[in-house]
């Protein structure tokens, strides 16, 4: 009887002390797996950290310089009643192009916003083809209109500013899937400041191979007046 009794509490003890080990195993391996997770959560030695590439200014793509005024200096931003601007949804959201320029005109004081679709051609039934996959929004404009440019994109955050071939004042923005909101009004330069070109810009002048602009009827510089009675 007693053999039988020393028997199973051997194999008691036995047990306890399998557990105790596999318990001691499972403790070490969830500490050592939270201490690896902090080590990525905080980036220690680099770990978990993503590598982005810096955003390079304007996107990357070559941008003209401000010009200067008569003393040499920057030119200031425009006022917003002086500056033509067409709204262009890029994107497959109806209305989307509408909602941006009402609050263009109606809170910012741009006068006469327009709207568009981006048409790109026809299809073979003569359709109109609208490009609705656009990236990033874009702001084209021409080389006489680059103060107008660099103050129209001084209220969005995600644009990248393209000259092309117009010559004359009418901006373009195509709003694309980056597009969120446009900046806090408050944060927008007022028109008594100087513009700061973007770091890296070109003289308008040197840009060359300039992409064709968006169909569009040439526009005129807003005079005095016509602002004035916007």
Same mark, same amino acid.
């Given at each position: 009887?007693?053999?039988?009794?020393?028997?199973?509490?051997?194999?008691?003890?036995? =047990?306890?002390?399998?557990q105790? !080990?596999?318990?001691?195993?499972? &403790?070490?391996?969830?500490?050592?797996?939270?201490?690896?997770? +902090?080590?990525?959560?905080f980036?220690?030695?680099?770990?978990?950290?993503?590598?982005?590439?810096?955003?390079?200014?304007?996107?990357?793509?070559?941008?003209?310089?401000?010009?200067?005024?008569s003393?040499?200096?920057?030119?200031?931003?425009? @006022?917003?009643?002086? *500056?033509?601007?067409?709204v262009?949804?890029?994107?497959?959201?109806?209305?989307?192009?509408?909602?941006?320029?009402?609050e +263009?005109g !109606?809170?910012?004081?741009?006068?006469?916003?327009?709207?568009?679709?981006?048409?790109?051609? %026809? @299809?073979?039934? /003569? #359709?109109a083809?609208?490009?609705?996959?656009v990236?990033?929004?874009?702001?084209?404009? /021409?080389?006489?209109?680059?103060?107008?440019?660099?103050?129209?994109?001084?209220?969005? #955050?995600?644009? &990248? =500013?393209i000259?092309?071939?117009?010559? @004359?004042m $009418?901006?373009d923005?195509?709003?694309?899937? !980056?597009?969120? @909101? $446009? *900046?806090?009004?408050?944060? &927008?330069?007022?028109?008594d400041?100087? *513009? !700061?070109?973007?770091?890296?810009?070109?003289?308008a002048?040197?840009?060359t191979?300039?992409?064709?602009?968006?169909?569009?009827?040439?526009?005129?510089?807003?005079? %005095?007046?016509?602002?004035? %009675?916007?």
């Amino acid at each position: 009887m007693s053999e039988h009794y020393d028997e199973r509490q051997a194999r008691k003890a036995y =047990m306890r002390k399998r557990q105790g !080990t596999v318990f001691s195993i499972a &403790v070490t391996a969830l500490a050592a797996a939270l201490v690896i997770s +902090l080590l990525f959560y905080f980036h220690v030695f680099g770990l978990g950290s993503i590598k982005t590439a810096a955003t390079k200014p304007n996107y990357g793509v070559t941008v003209p310089c401000v010009p200067k005024d008569s003393d040499g200096n920057p030119v200031k931003y425009v @006022d917003n009643n002086k *500056i033509s601007v067409r709204v262009i949804n890029g994107t497959q959201f109806a209305g989307f192009a509408r909602a941006v320029a009402e609050e +263009l005109g !109606t809170n910012r004081n741009f006068p006469n916003v327009q709207t568009g679709n981006w048409q790109t051609g %026809t @299809d073979k039934k /003569g #359709n109109a083809v609208y490009n609705t996959s656009v990236e990033r929004t874009t702001i084209y404009f /021409g080389k006489n209109a680059i103060p107008e440019a660099y103050t129209v994109n001084a209220n969005f #955050n995600d644009a &990248v =500013m393209i000259m092309d071939d117009r010559t @004359d004042m $009418l901006v373009d923005v195509v709003l694309g899937a !980056t597009f969120n @909101d $446009l *900046i806090d009004q408050k944060d &927008v330069p007022s028109s008594d400041t100087e *513009i !700061t070109s973007f770091a890296g810009c070109v003289a308008a002048d040197k840009i060359t191979n300039l992409p064709k602009a968006i169909e569009h009827d040439p526009v005129e510089p807003i005079s %005095t007046d016509q602002s004035a %009675t916007q």
